[in-house]
Antibody, heavy 112, light 106 residues
Framework: EYLVQSGAEVRKPGSSVKVSCKASGGIFAVNWMRQAPGQGLEWMGGIITVLKVQNYAQEFQGRLTITADESTNTVYMELSSLRSGDTGLYYCATLRDSRPMWGQGTLVTVSS | DIQMTQSPSSLSASVGDRVTITCRAS??????LAWYQHRPGKVPNLLIY???TVHFGVPSRFSGSGSGTDFTLTISSLQPEDAATYYCQKYNSAPWTFGQGTKVEV
């Protein structure tokens, strides 16, 4: 697989979670999406690795940080001040061969 | 930001029916449009990219068309296994906005 994400996480409300997305080759830009139970797919944010430029959806401004380690072809998504509504499946995706390619997803559960 | 408007939000059709789902971008996105089939708990399954290119392994009954602002996903002969939610997504630049989704019942 081209994008491999880290494993499932369980966090308490108010804490943070950091999910990794490792590519088997070089990466130019990576985006993060999520699906909460019963909700549609939503774009959270993305990073252009070579420019170190991030974009975040308004909904996640101030809580979301996306970083990249080009030496290991790994991108990280950190979401803070977690609440129960952040429970869901988190996906990274990039463009490869001119088409979107997704990681396998990471389940994040926020529960007290 | 460019908005993606997908319709209908749900539909029910019979096996063998031709099904069409539309997606409209609020500004032109050339052909940077993907269609996905999604089932809960699974990774979205890429069906179409570049608006009309069928992804490897996708049955030939799936096709996509359009460019600029108006796009269509067509299932030429609906099968029972096609029951799922379908999403369009723009990927020309951030944000990679999704349509609201179309739930297809067979």
């Amino acid at each position: 697989e081209y994008l491999v994400q880290s494993g499932a996480e369980v966090r308490k409300p108010g804490s943070s979670v950091k999910v990794s997305c490792k590519a088997s080759g070089g990466i130019f830009a990576v985006n993060w999406m999520r699906q909460a139970p019963g909700q549609g797919l939503e774009w959270m944010g993305g990073i252009i690795t070579v420019l170190k430029v991030q974009n975040y959806a308004q909904e996640f401004q101030g809580r979301l940080t996306i970083t990249a380690d080009e030496s290991t072809n790994t991108v990280y998504m950190e979401l803070s001040s977690l609440r129960s509504g952040d429970t869901g499946l988190y996906y990274c995706a990039t463009l490869r061969d001119s088409r979107p390619m997704w990681g396998q997803g990471t389940l994040v559960t926020v529960s007290s | 930001d460019i908005q993606m408007t997908q319709s209908p939000s749900s539909l029910s059709a019979s096996v063998g029916d031709r099904v069409t789902i539309t997606c409209r971008a609020s500004q032109g996105i050339s052909d940077y449009l993907a269609w996905y089939q999604h089932r809960p708990g699974k990774v979205p399954n890429l069906l179409i990219y570049a608006a009309s290119t069928v992804h490897f392994g996708v049955p030939s009954r799936f096709s996509g068309s359009g460019s600029g602002t108006d796009f269509t996903l067509t299932i030429s002969s609906l099968q029972p296994e096609d029951a799922a939610t379908y999403y369009c997504q723009k990927y020309n630049s951030a944000p990679w906005t999704f349509g609201q989704g179309t739930k297809v019942e067979v």
